[in-house]
């Protein structure tokens, strides 16, 4: 599908007094015109057309009210029929103007809910922190717009009827040049801002340990569990939550994954603040290098379109991987879960479909 669509600009100068709010509300304004060039589907449309996110979180992107993650710009454009790799350059500029503070010191950590990990294991006695391996909810490391190490997820646009090519008028040319505005603008205050915004996704060394500690909180799961949260298998009393995996796709490739101290489908408190953690080990005889995990499965509310996305650290075989995802329990009784697939750098699957990391919990 082809539609004439507003291009990211690249060069100019813009006003210094220029802040965040015009950022956002031309970035807002920018994928409004996108969507009206491609016949003003409705956020539901563009949802199903997607498969991966709600029409609410579509809905908000164009209200203004803040910056879209790269995933909620990505499927918007995949939805409106619009290729998102050139517009992934703007879309980071914008993140780090709006994620720092006007004094140019990094940003502080946001409450929203994150996932944490650290690296283990026998192939080196210590490892110094990567800033290359930091990324999380906002995908890339700011600042680093070389960094390519880990490719994003390209979804091919659904094939939903005849192709359709817009006219080149005189809207979609004024579309393009309040683009190329916009894209002047940041341009400008990234020369005027300095700092970096922070990401949720951390990774930090440790020494060399026989078993990896996973950073999770404690918690006593409950003495009965239903058999499944979602599309989760919950593990029987007394039952290993252990899982192995090998790659059919890549010569050597194998996972262990082991949760942690709150357990695959433990119980928590409605409204509570906690962490699952897990760890995932090296098994295989290959090195894993620039894997991200996706989530591609979720009930509940506990996680959130931040979430969507995490990096694993480079492990060489035998080394070891702990996470937790920290999340909020909704205020009644219920369940959640998520199901997150493990992709290469290249962005496809490593495992078969049904090998993923698993998320769960009873809320009581």
Known sequence: MTNASPQPGTNGAGNNGTDRRQVILGFAQALSDVRQAAGQPSFRQMAQTSGCISHATLHEATRGKRLPTWEATEQFLIACGVDPHPWREQWRRANRLVSRPSTGQPAQPTSRPAVTGTATGTASPTREPDRSQLAGPSWSPPGEEGDERVKQLRTEVPNTGPTRTMPVSVRTRHVARRWEKLGTLLAAIVLIVGGYAAASWTQQSSSNTANATSPTVSRPSSTSS???????????????????????????????????????????????????????????????????????????????????????????????????????????????????????????????????????????
């Open 226 to 364: 239903p058999s499944s949260v979602g599309s989760v298998p919950c593990p029987r009393p007394n039952e290993s939550s252990v899982r192995s995996w090998k790659s059919s796709r890549i010569d050597g490739a194998a996972m262990e994954y082991r949760s942690g101290r709150l357990s695959l489908c433990g119980k928590v408190a409605a409204g509570e603040t906690t962490k699952q953690g897990f760890t995932l080990k090296n098994t295989g005889t290959t090195k894993i290098s620039g894997w991200t995990v996706h989530m591609v499965k979720s009930t509940g509310t506990c996680l959130t379109d931040a979430d969507r996305t995490g990096r694993i650290a480079d492990l060489d075989p035998g080394e070891t991987f702990s996470a937790s995802i920290a999340f909020q329990a909704p205020d009644r009784a219920g369940g959640c879960s998520a199901e997150f697939e493990i992709r290469d750098a290249s962005g496809k699957p490593v495992f078969d479909e049904g090998f993923t990391v698993p998320f769960a919990v009873v809320v009581a």
